[in-house]
């Protein structure tokens, strides 16, 4: 199906560049003059295909890939990639950490209705007899929450600060290889374990993409490499950097 819409794109584009070099044709009486219409227009969605595609396979030999530069013991770590607790349920459930900090900045998620406005929330997992889990327990749909979470015999617990607490941070953004993004974008998609204070880097994890401006509207296919031998996304795994204590 997806195959049939960009050869339709493609065809629709090369009848429309077909009948404005025509037109061109019959206003300047030029045959040349329409043959390079023609081929203008059919070029143009494509122009930043070769050189970004150049760049791009620069790029993935330069700096894709993940780069761990030591690692480190933590009871958890605030975790800049996140916005709310939508899945910090299972991340704490799946693994070995007592916490996660997440930065909050609105009212988001699940519990922002119990929530406390803006501030950087510690989360954790407490066995449900944990007089914390009070708080938890008084909401209308805990048990829900509870089953739906898996949390079994388990409630989650927040605290809410004004400043971070956490030695270590995990963070991720978007920066642009070399001078690529006002003409041929390659996107360098980034994700960093540092440790909070010094900020030195532990860990680093860069993906690399490409999108043609023009061509990527009638279906030229893009360029990501995300993708490790093992079938895996290229991404710094921080169970793997910040191991918990």
């Known amino acids: 199906m997806i195959g049939l819409m960009i050869l339709g794109a493609a ?3 090369f009848a429309i560049a077909v009948a404005i070099g025509i037109g ?8 040349w003059l329409q043959i390079a219409t023609v081929l203008f227009l ?3 969605p494509f122009w930043d295909v070769l050189p970004g595609y150049y760049l791009y396979q620069k790029a993935v030999r330069e700096v894709a890939g993940v780069r761990i530069h030591q690692t480190a013991k933590a009871e958890g770590y605030l975790d800049l990639t996140q916005t709310d607790c939508n899945s910090c349920w299972t991340n704490l459930r ?20 119990s929530e406390q406005g803006a501030g950087y929330y510690t989360y954790r ?16 749909n805990a048990d829900p929450m509870r089953v739906y979470y898996s949390l079994g015999e388990r409630c989650l617990y927040w605290s809410v600060r004004a400043k971070p ?3 270590y941070e995990v963070s991720s953004g978007i920066d642009y290889y070399g001078n690529s993004q006002r003409l041929w974008p390659v996107e360098l998609a980034w994700r960093r374990v540092v440790e909070r204070t010094s900020q030195v880097l532990l860990a680093e994890s860069v993906q690399v993409r490409f999108f043609s401006r023009i061509s990527r509207q009638i ?23 910040l191991m918990a204590d």
Do not use: M, N
Request: net charge positive; hydrophobic share 40%; charged share 25%.
């Open 24 to 31: 061109v044709h019959r206003l300047s009486g030029r045959r």
């Open 165 to 167: 607490t956490s030695r």
């Open 219 to 241: 279906g030229v296919p893009f360029w990501v490499y995300v993708v490790r031998p093992d079938g895996q996304h290229i991404e710094v795994q921080v169970e793997k950097i």
């Open 42 to 44: 059919v070029w143009l």
């Open 125 to 140: 997992l407490l066995s449900r007899d944990d007089e914390r889990c009070r708080v938890f327990d008084s909401l209308p």
């Open 11 to 13: 065809l629709l584009w």
């Open 94 to 113: 799946d693994s070995a950490y007592s916490y996660l900090e997440i930065y909050r900045t609105g009212a988001t998620g699940v519990l922002y209705r």
